[in-house]
């Protein structure tokens, strides 16, 4: 099982449902502050951290980036931008682990990354 945790500022429940509509059985999800969800994917705790805020890189992954670092971070989609699978993919392909996303395109983001994470994830 995969497990995704959920920072950022924005939608954590509408994050989750949506991680689970997208990835069904095969994925656990809970939300937490960002710092804590950060921690625990440098901890082991959780696979993946996904966060939502209103430009897809500040409140959404500013804890990330503190914890595991600028390079296992990505923005996917920000305003007026939504996100672009073959990004998606790349970033998931990289190993990237924690992902930032846009209030306006968050289902969008959810299902991106869950099926990139489905195709190419080692976890």
């Known amino acids: 099982m995969i497990t995704i945790a959920v920072g950022g500022q924005l939608n954590k429940s ?36 996904f966060g939502c805020c209103e430009t897809g890189a500040g409140g959404s992954l500013a804890g990330a980036i503190a914890f595991l670092g600028y ?15 073959e ?6 392909k990289e ?5 930032g996303f846009t209030n306006g395109n968050c289902d969008e983001s959810v299902k991106d990354l869950i099926l990139a994470i489905k195709q190419y994830s080692t976890e």
């Open 71 to 85: 390079g296992n971070c990505a923005s996917i989609s920000f305003p007026g931008r939504p996100p672009k699978k």
């Open 14 to 49: 509408q994050i989750i449902t949506a991680i689970k509509k997208y990835g069904g059985d095969a994925f656990d999800a809970y939300a937490a502050s960002d710092l804590q969800a950060a921690q625990d994917v440098r901890d082991g705790k959780a696979d993946y951290y």
């Open 95 to 99: 190993g990237k682990k924690a992902f």
């Open 87 to 92: 990004m998606v993919d790349s970033y998931v």
